[in-house]
Each structure stands twice: as structure tokens, then as C-alpha cells.
């Protein structure tokens, strides 16, 4: 599509970020076919979160913290000769980069969520043991019920206060 003449706007946007969309897609599509969702809605450009994603594929994507730029494929500024955009990173990057999501809030901010791939080992959960535990259920009609069947009545601070408050 991206030879043709009619969609020669297609050359505009990298191939990974065109490919990302076509994924989502069929996602999408599969999870209709295979299970209870929904048909797949198309969304308004005017009204929907306007995003799009990328896959890292090399060094495709380049952070300078000391400058704070990032550096995004075939995105082209034209005011300078300098392609990289200014921004503020909340932390660096740990790890390997696997993908980069790139949106724009109702406010008109624009945001990077970079996806990491990181080799940490997740501790073990511990067993939580009935001798040393409590369930509680906090309700309406009673304000606790423990799993023993104790129950904490509901304190009724307006009904205590209301002749406080006709008063003043």
C-alpha cells in the first residue's frame, strides 16, 4: 500500500508503528471470534485517545539524559536541523527497551511510555495461615462482621451530632 500514489501518506509513519496497528487489529478480532467480547468498535479520530505504539527493533530509539532528548523514528521537526524532542523524564530506563507508546491527553501534553523487559526475580509469596489471619467484611447494615460472626454495629455520626448541627 505504501507504493501506491493513494497511500502515499503511508511513507510517513514507520513500518513497525503501521505493523503495531494491524496486531491490535487482529487482537482484536480474534478475541471476538474466540470469546464473549464485543465486535471491534473503529473509534472516532476526533473523540478517541490519539496514540500509537512502536516496537523497539535495534537501537531504533535514542534517551539522552544529559540533554533530556529522545530521539523517535521518522519523526521529523522542521524548525531545526536537531530531530530529537525535549523532554522530562520522571526516571531512567532500566532495562531492555521492548516497545514505546506515544499519546496525547486532552490537554494537548504529549507522553512516552517506554515497556521494559526487566531480569528481576519475583520473591515468593508467603502462606498466609489461619491461626494468624482475620477476615473482615465491612457492610451497611453493620459496619463489621469478622470471620468469627462478631459484629461492630454501624456508628451513626449524623443521628449522634444532628442536634449539634440544628443548633449552630
Not at 530529537?84 to 532495562?95: A, W
Not at 504529549?110 to 526487566?118: G, M, N, V
Amino acid at each position: 500500500m505504501k507504493k501506491s500514489e493513494e497511500y502515499s501518506w503511508l511513507k510517513e509513519v514507520n513500518s513497525q508503528s503501521l505493523q503495531q496497528a494491524v496486531i491490535q487489529l487482529d487482537k482484536s478480532f480474534l478475541n471476538f471470534f474466540r470469546s464473549n467480547f464485543g465486535f471491534p468498535k473503529f473509534k472516532s479520530k476526533h473523540k478517541s485517545k490519539k496514540s500509537f505504539c512502536f516496537p523497539i527493533v535495534g537501537n531504533n530509539l535514542k534517551i539522552d539524559y544529559d540533554t533530556n532528548r529522545i530521539s523517535i523514528p521518522k519523526f521529523i521537526k522542521l524548525k531545526d536541523n536537531d530531530n530529537r524532542l525535549k523532554c522530562k523524564f520522571s526516571r531512567k530506563v532500566e532495562g531492555i527497551i521492548k516497545s514505546a507508546t506515544i499519546s496525547q491527553d486532552k490537554d494537548g501534553r504529549y507522553y512516552i511510555s517506554i515497556l521494559c523487559e526487566l531480569d528481576v526475580q519475583v520473591p515468593e509469596k508467603k502462606l498466609v495461615l489461619r491461626e494468624t489471619s482475620r477476615g473482615i467484611d465491612f457492610g451497611v447494615k453493620t459496619f463489621l462482621t469478622f470471620d468469627d460472626g462478631t459484629k461492630v454495629d454501624n456508628p451513626k455520626f449524623l443521628k449522634q451530632s444532628q442536634e449539634k448541627l440544628t443548633k449552630h
